[in-house]
């Protein structure tokens, strides 16, 4: 009597919906207490980071060691910069979301800009060579755009508690702390509003390269004016 064989069993669509499904919470698992990877939508941050970047973000770097001066931070502008950016409507702000979601598109609400003031600094541009100060001493600022000056616009603010004083590395292009003076909050970011530090840049491939963190405090006396 002949034996009938087993046929192999296919996978179905119920597999492939389960597969995806897991790797969905898998990658939302990681992205909200690991690594996220975020879009560069504008130049506010060249020459290190271009409009297009897709940048890798750390969520955990700073929950032992707090941001410093010259720390780049990745944050939510909700209640400080969001004013910058007026909604969208239900509709965009779903599709926005998505995008930012497999790092198409930035989110509405989410800034990357240079820690420059930390809570009860002294935050004054320019003194008398032009140079950006902050409790009385200049400010050595090697990552600005090229041609850029620490800031056109003059201000002198102190730093409340619990908030961070931000601007972007291209000054002459950047919507940062300067831009909000008049508004509610006076442009300073809570601290717990800071979501990560950004250690990777991921795309284009020929800009893959490591974000490194300072190894200080960026604000140091300039020497001779310089």
């Given at each position: ?15 492939v ?8 919470l898998?990658?939302g698992?990681?992205?909200s207490?690991?690594?996220d990877?975020?879009?560069?939508p504008?130049?506010?941050m ?37 004013p ?10 779903f ?18 800009k ?16 032009g ?9 050595a600022e ?34 940062d702390?300067?831009?909000?003076l ?21 795309w ?8 490194a ?12 004016g310089?």
């Amino acid at each position: 009597m002949e034996q009938t064989k087993r046929q192999p069993r296919k996978l179905g669509w119920r597999f492939v919906l389960l597969a995806v499904v897991l790797a969905v919470l898998i990658s939302g698992l990681v992205r909200s207490l690991w690594l996220d990877v975020y879009y560069i939508p504008s130049a506010s941050m060249e020459p290190l980071f271009r409009e297009g970047d897709r940048i890798l973000v750390s969520r955990t770097d700073f929950r032992a060691d707090p941001a410093a001066r010259g720390d780049i931070v990745v944050f939510d502008g909700r209640g400080s910069f969001a004013p910058l950016n007026s909604g969208n409507g239900p509709v965009l702000d779903f599709l926005g979301g998505a995008g930012h979601w497999i790092g198409l598109s930035g989110g509405d609400n989410t800034y990357i800009k240079r820690v420059i003031g930390l809570p009860g600094d002294h935050v004054v541009c320019c003194d008398a060579g032009g140079h950006l100060t902050v409790n009385g001493q200049q400010v050595a600022e090697p990552y600005l755009y090229a041609g850029d000056v620490p800031s056109e616009l003059k201000f002198s603010v102190l730093v409340p508690p619990g908030r961070l004083w931000l601007m972007g590395d291209h000054r002459s292009l950047s919507a940062d702390s300067r831009s909000l003076l008049g508004a509610p909050g006076g442009g300073m970011v809570p601290q717990e509003r800071v979501i990560g530090r950004p250690v990777q840049i991921i795309w284009p491939l020929d800009r893959f390269t490591a974000v490194a963190r300072p190894s200080g405090a960026a604000t140091t006396t300039a020497k001779n004016g310089q």
